[in-house]
C-alpha cells in the first residue's frame, strides 16, 4: 500500500510539472505572436494598436526585451514622455537582473530626457488647498505634487479641478522639449472670501473712474481681436490637416507619407498654438469686463465716450471693426 501511493504521488507531481511547462510554453507563444504583430502593425505606422500589442506582449512575459519595444514604439509614435516611462522600466529590471544592456539601455533614457516635456501644476502663495481636487487629463492628481515637474507627451493638456464646490477647467498646449505651467486660481487663507467694503468717498467732478473703464474697455477688446485672429488661424489649420490627409495620407491619419507627416505635424502645431492664443483672448475679455463692470457707479457720467474693437471675418477675409459710442 505504501509504495502504491508513493508511485500514485510521483504520478501527480510528475503531472503538475507537466501542466506547468505546457501552460508556461502557451504563454511564451502568445506572447510571442502579439510581438510579431506588434512589429508588423509598427511597420505600417498603426502606433495604437502596435503599442497595444507590445504592451500586451510584455503584460504576458515580461522582459527586458519586451519593454523596449514598447518604447520604441511609443518613442516613433510622438508619446514621449511614456516612451521615457517603459524605456526606464526596463533599465530598472537590467539593473535589478545584472543585465548587460543595463548601459545601453540608460545612454537611451539620457538622449530621450531632453526632448520630454515638463509641465508644472501650481498654486499661488499661501493659496488654500483644503478640500481641493485635481484631474490632469482625466486622471487624479495629487495635491502635494503642486509645484513639481512632471513629464508629459506633447500637445495639449487639461486641468479640472473643484474649489468651492465650483469646476473649473484650464487647457495648454505643449511642445516637444518645452516646460508649460498652470496656475490654479485658489482662494488664500489670509483673505477671507468677503471683506468689509471702505466708505466710498465723494466723486469729483471729473469722474475718476473713466480711466478704468477705458483700460477695461481697451483689454477686452484686444481679447476679442486675439480671438478672432486665433479663430481664422484654427479654420486655415484645419484646412491644411484635411488637404494633407487627402493629399499624402489617403484620408487616414496613420497611412500618411513623410511629406503628410510634416503637413499634419505643421497643421497641428498651428492649431494648437492657435487654442493658446484663444484661451489669453478671452482671459482678457474676462478681465476687460470686470475692469468695466466693477467701476463704482457714482462715478460714471452720461456724456462718458466708449471704444470698441471687433474682429470681422467675411466671405472676402477677416479684419477689424473700430467703433464706439460718444
Not at 519586451?66 to 526606464?88: I, M, P, S
Not at 539620457?110 to 502663495?125: F, G, H, I, M, S
Not at 515637474?149 to 516637444?176: C, L, N, S, W
Request: glycine share 10%.
Amino acid at each position: 500500500m505504501t509504495r502504491r501511493m508513493a508511485r500514485l504521488a510521483v504520478c501527480g507531481i510528475l503531472a503538475v510539472f507537466s501542466f506547468l511547462a505546457t501552460g508556461g510554453a502557451a504563454h511564451a507563444d502568445r506572447a510571442d505572436q502579439l510581438f510579431k504583430k506588434g512589429k508588423k502593425l509598427l511597420a505600417e505606422k498603426r502606433y495604437p494598436e502596435a503599442c497595444t500589442a507590445f504592451e500586451d506582449s510584455d503584460r504576458i512575459d515580461p522582459g527586458i526585451g519586451a519593454k523596449l519595444n514598447v518604447a520604441r514604439c511609443y518613442q516613433e509614435w510622438g508619446k514621449l514622455a511614456t516612451a521615457w516611462r517603459w524605456f526606464t522600466d526596463a533599465e530598472r529590471m537590467a539593473n535589478q537582473t545584472k543585465d548587460d544592456r543595463a548601459t545601453k539601455i540608460h545612454e537611451l533614457v539620457e538622449e530621450l530626457d531632453p526632448t520630454v516635456p515638463r509641465l508644472k501644476v501650481t498654486a499661488p502663495r499661501d493659496a488654500d488647498t483644503r478640500g481641493l481636487a485635481i484631474k490632469l487629463d482625466g486622471v487624479d492628481f495629487d495635491v502635494a505634487a503642486l509645484g513639481t515637474d512632471r513629464r508629459v507627451d506633447p500637445g495639449p493638456h487639461q486641468v479640472d479641478y473643484i474649489v468651492d464646490g465650483a469646476k473649473q477647467t484650464k487647457v495648454i498646449p505643449v511642445e516637444r522639449g518645452a516646460s508649460s505651467e498652470i496656475i490654479l486660481d485658489l482662494p488664500t487663507r489670509a483673505t477671507p472670501h468677503r471683506t468689509t467694503r471702505a466708505a466710498r468717498p465723494e466723486v469729483s467732478e471729473r469722474d475718476p473712474g473713466r480711466n478704468r473703464r477705458l483700460l477695461g474697455l481697451g483689454i477686452g477688446g484686444a481679447g476679442v481681436v486675439a480671438v478672432g485672429i486665433a479663430g481664422i488661424v484654427t479654420l486655415g489649420a484645419r484646412s491644411d490637416y484635411k488637404d494633407a490627409l487627402r493629399a499624402h495620407c489617403r484620408g487616414a491619419t496613420d497611412m500618411c507619407d513623410a511629406d503628410g507627416l510634416a503637413a499634419t505635424h505643421s497643421a497641428r502645431h498651428r492649431a494648437n498654438i492657435a487654442t493658446g492664443v484663444t484661451i489669453f483672448g478671452l482671459a482678457a475679455v474676462a478681465g476687460g469686463l470686470v475692469l468695466y463692470f466693477t467701476t463704482p457707479a457714482a462715478a460714471a457720467r452720461h456724456d462718458e465716450h466708449a471704444l470698441y474693437l471687433a474682429p470681422s471675418i467675411g466671405g472676402d477675409g477677416g479684419g477689424v471693426v473700430l467703433g464706439g459710442a460718444f
